[in-house]
C-alpha cells in the first residue's frame, strides 16, 4: 500500500468515526444503544469477518501464520515482562490499571477494523492470529492484575470459548482442510463482514464523546501514552526486523501493537473498584493520541518497505 492509499484509508476511517461522535452527541446513539452495538461486533460482526477471511486464503499461507503467532507471543511477553518493571513506584491502584493497559490492547476491536481496511482480508486473517495470545493472556494474566493474582479458570475458559477464537478456530479448519461452505451462507457471512469497519468506527467516535478531555492529560497518563503508541510497536518492529519476517506481516504486527489501551481496562476497573476515573482517562486518551499515530506508523511502514 503506497502512501495515498494509507491516507486515504485513514481519512475514511476518520470521517466515519466523526459520525460517532455527531451521533452520539445528537442523542442518536445513547449508552445502552452504544453497548448494544459494540456486543454485536464483538459477537457477530467480527466473527464473521474473521470466518470470511479465512475462507478465501488459500490454504498453504499456514506456515506465514506461524510466524504471526510468534510475533504476537513475543510481542505479549516483552509487554509483560515491561509492565512488571515500570510501574514499580506508583500507587498500587494505578500499578494495575497501567499493568493491564500495557498488556491487553484495543486490538481486537479497533485494530480489528483498521487491519482489515489497511491490509485487506489477508490483513484481517494476520490479525486474527496474532491476536489469540493476547486473547489469552487477556482473560488470564490480565484479570489476575485485578483479582490479586489469583489463577481463575473460569477466566481461562471464556478467553478459548470467546467468539473471535471460535471464529479463528472455525476458520482454521476451512483454510486447512478446503471445507466448502455452501454460498449462501459464504454470503450472508460477507454481508455482516462488511459492517465491521464502518460499525467499529461509529462505537469508538462514540467513546470518545464521553470523557472532558482537559482531565486527561497529566504526566503519567502521557507517559504511559508514549510506551503504548510509540514504545511496544517500534519493540514490534525492531523484533519482525531481526526475525525477517515478510513485510506484509511486519506491517499488521506493528499496527496492531500500536492500538490504544483495551476498552476492557475501563470495564475491569468499575468491576473491581479500583482506580476507575484513572482506567477512563487512559483509554480515552490512547484511543485519541492514537488517531494521529497510526497513520504515522503507516508512513513508517511504507517508508521502510513494510506496507
Not at 486515504?8 to 476518520?14: D, H
Not at 445528537?26 to 459477537?43: E, N, P, R, S, V
Not at 471445507?179 to 465491521?196: G, H, Q, R, T, Y
Not at 511502514?301 to 513494510?306: E, V
Amino acid at each position: 500500500m503506497d502512501a495515498q492509499s494509507m491516507l486515504k484509508m485513514q481519512a475514511i476511517m476518520f470521517l466515519l468515526m466523526a459520525a460517532g461522535i455527531w451521533a452520539k452527541r445528537k442523542g442518536l446513539m445513547t449508552d445502552a444503544g452504544k453497548k448494544c452495538l459494540t456486543d454485536m461486533i464483538l459477537h457477530i460482526i467480527v466473527p464473521c469477518n474473521i470466518v470470511y477471511a479465512f475462507a478465501i486464503i488459500d490454504g498453504s499461507a499456514m506456515q506465514t501464520f506461524g510466524t504471526v503467532l510468534l510475533i504476537g507471543i513475543v510481542t505479549e511477553i516483552a509487554s509483560i515482562l515491561l509492565s512488571m518493571v515500570l510501574y514499580r513506584r506508583l500507587a498500587k491502584g494505578e500499578q494495575t490499571i497501567l499493568k493491564y493497559a500495557t498488556v491487553c490492547s484495543n486490538a481486537g476491536f479497533m485494530g480489528n477494523a483498521i487491519a482489515e481496511g489497511l491490509f485487506g482480508s489477508i490483513g484481517m486473517v494476520y490479525t486474527s492470529i496474532y491476536l489469540i495470545p493476547q486473547r489469552l493472556f487477556m482473560w488470564s494474566v490480565g484479570v489476575s492484575y485485578f483479582s490479586g493474582g489469583g489463577k481463575d479458570k473460569k477466566a481461562i475458559f471464556k478467553a478459548l470459548t470467546h467468539p473471535c477464537l471460535i471464529a479463528v478456530y472455525i476458520g482454521i479448519a476451512i483454510m486447512t482442510f478446503r471445507i466448502p461452505v455452501p454460498e449462501i451462507l459464504l454470503s450472508a457471512i460477507k454481508k455482516s463482514s462488511d459492517c465491521c469497519t464502518a460499525l467499529s468506527m461509529f462505537v469508538i467516535g462514540a467513546i470518545l464523546t464521553e470523557v472532558d478531555f482537559r482531565t486527561v492529560f497529566s504526566k503519567k497518563t502521557i507517559l504511559f501514552s508514549a510506551l503504548r503508541l510509540i514504545g511496544i510497536p517500534a519493540l514490534t518492529l525492531g523484533v519482525c526486523m531481526l526475525a525477517g519476517a515478510d513485510p506484509l506481516v511486519t506491517g499488521v504486527a506493528v499496527i496492531l501493537a500500536g492500538m490504544p489501551a483495551g476498552a476492557t481496562t475501563s470495564i475491569l476497573a468499575a468491576n473491581y473498584n479500583v482506580e476507575e476515573r484513572f482506567a477512563a482517562k487512559i483509554v480515552v486518551l490512547t484511543t485519541a493520541l492514537s488517531m494521529a499515530t497510526i497513520p504515522i506508523w503507516g508512513l513508517v511502514l511504507i517508508a521502510t518497505g513494510m506496507a
